[in-house]
């Protein structure tokens, strides 16, 4: 056989290494697209009244005694009837009456496992590592626009996310300290940051409504921001009074203000109360509560993901409201250190106020171009982690990671219907 001719080979040759690039860019896509999970369905069984709470419990600045990542790998694998006993829960109502609803979990074993345990030996030991790379986001052009303004204050001291029109979700140590209910929890109210504030309106000329007058609906939301110190005195009271304080408004037009609203219920896993879960009480941490009014702000969509260290940046991101930085929203973004498939440490810079808030990543959507931020845990906060199981506790700054169990969970709370929630 004779040599094969130039105009023959190069074409081959070209067709190759297009084929070898195209697979190349695939799996650089893969690795940069929401994996698709089918999930398991958390149906209820049955609900039945309990006594009231006594909401008297105190916020804790830490939580100590955490069985941690390396705690857990020593305890049993939980069967289906701990899982169902885990993922009941109690449910307050704004009238502080309060139910305990049991479920049950369908398609367990047809949901893809996570990945195991990965392991890094280099952790921090503090809640701010060196330098504090906490960016404060003051200016509210930037704090009243998406990804931002998902984030939400809990009237508890914690921070949450919205996660649908009016579904917020924290942690749950901002509502229960695992005995019983906080005393902020019979009023408990969400403050959402608003990018104008409707104080100041009421005086005549420049298309302003007149004074005294309101818009229906308006009376409750003003009524809220005057409790968390919203200025605005001197509205009502003569033309003089009222130029000044429109002038003092424009002063600090910057600065971040609320508008609250008040909580219809809250619902908290049973897995997160004492003598429940035993040593897997962290991996419960979070809760989700109902608004009575929806905001008109847009939410992040819940999503899962089996590693993130294994992602190509292998970050994560959030906001929320550090009490070092009263009334600003403070963004960071840090790489994890370990994680497990219900526990992340990070090296994120935070501070207490921040707990409750929404981790989040940013992936393509399988088969498509666009990439969309999705919520893939929730923030616990600075903790003392039992390690090993015997008593030694190190501080770590820790996150509860969303699962295909817990987002069915969270979906079958947010829309009642668990047969909306098969797919993450």
Same mark, same amino acid.
Request: aromatic residues 6%.
């Given at each position: 056989m004779g040599p094969i001719p130039l105009c023959v080979l190069l074409p081959v040759t070209v067709l190759a290494v297009v084929l070898a690039v195209a697979a190349e860019e695939n799996a650089v896509d893969d690795e940069y697209t929401w994996p698709q999970w089918k999930v398991p369905l958390v149906r209820?069984?049955?609900?039945?009244?309990?006594?009231?709470?006594n909401f008297s419990a105190h916020p804790q600045a830490? %939580?100590?005694?955490?069985?941690?990542?390396?705690?857990?790998?020593?305890?049993?694998?939980?069967?289906?009837?701990?899982?169902?006993?885990?993922?009941?829960?109690?449910?307050?109502?704004?009238?502080?009456?309060?139910? /305990?609803?049991?479920?049950?979990?369908?398609? %367990?074993n047809e949901v893809a496992s996570l990945s195991q345990n990965v392991s890094s030996r280099s952790r921090q030991k503090r809640e701010v590592y060196g330098t504090d790379t906490r960016f404060t986001i003051s200016d509210k052009q930037f704090s009243t626009k998406y990804p931002f303004s998902t984030s939400v204050k809990i009237s508890t001291g914690c921070s949450g996310v919205l996660v649908s029109p009016k579904h917020v979700l924290t942690a749950a140590?901002?509502?229960?300290?695992?005995?019983?209910?906080?005393?902020?929890?019979? #009023?408990?109210?969400?403050?959402?940051?608003?990018? +104008?504030?409707?104080?100041? #309106?009421?005086?005549?000329?420049?298309?302003? !409504?007149?004074?005294? =007058?309101?818009? #229906?609906?308006? =009376?409750?939301?003003?009524?809220?921001?005057?409790? $968390?110190?919203?200025?605005?005195?001197?509205?009502?009271?003569? +033309?003089?009074?009222?130029?000044?304080? !429109?002038?003092?408004?424009?002063?600090?037009?910057?600065?971040?203000? /609320?508008?609250?609203?008040?909580? =219809?219920?809250?619902?908290?896993? =049973?897995?997160? /109360?004492?003598?429940?879960? $035993?040593? %897997?009480? @962290?991996?419960?941490?979070? @809760?989700?509560?109902?608004?009575? #009014?929806?905001?008109?702000?847009?939410?992040?969509?819940?999503g899962v993901i089996p590693s993130v260290k294994k992602l190509p940046a292998g970050r994560i991101h959030f906001s929320g409201f550090d009490d070092d930085r009263p009334g600003n929203l403070v963004y960071r973004f840090c790489s994890v250190s370990d994680e497990s498939k219900d526990l992340l440490y990070q090296y994120c810079d935070a501070k207490p106020g921040s707990s409750g808030s929404g981790i989040y990543i940013r992936l393509k959507e399988p088969g498509k171009k666009k990439w969309t931020r999705k919520i893939i845990g929730v923030f616990s906060g600075h903790q003392w982690v039992d390690v090993n199981g015997n008593g030694m506790q190190q501080d770590y700054n820790v996150a509860v990671r969303i699962t295909p169990l817990k987002y069915a969970q969270i979906c079958y709370w947010i829309h009642g219907d668990s047969s909306l929630c098969k797919v993450a």
């Open positions: 209820q069984r049955h609900t039945v009244p309990l006594s009231s709470p830490q %939580l100590s005694g955490t069985c941690g990542i390396e705690c857990q790998r020593r305890l049993p694998a939980s069967s289906l009837d701990d899982l169902e006993q885990f993922l009941s829960y109690e449910t307050v109502y704004e009238n502080g009456t309060r139910t /305990f609803t049991s479920v049950s979990v369908q398609g %367990l140590h901002c509502i229960h300290d695992g005995k019983d209910y906080l005393d902020g929890v019979q #009023k408990l109210r969400v403050g959402i940051l608003k990018e +104008k504030s409707r104080r100041g #309106k009421g005086g005549k000329g420049r298309g302003g !409504r007149r004074k005294g =007058k309101r818009r #229906k609906g308006d =009376k409750d939301d003003e009524e809220a921001q005057e409790k $968390e110190g919203d200025d605005g005195k001197g509205d009502r009271k003569g +033309k003089g009074k009222g130029r000044k304080s !429109r002038s003092r408004r424009s002063a600090e037009s910057g600065k971040p203000s /609320f508008r609250w609203t008040g909580v =219809k219920k809250t619902q908290v896993p =049973k897995g997160w /109360f004492k003598g429940v879960s $035993e040593g %897997l009480t @962290a991996d419960y941490d979070y @809760a989700v509560l109902e608004l009575k #009014k929806a905001p008109k702000v847009k939410y992040m969509d819940l």
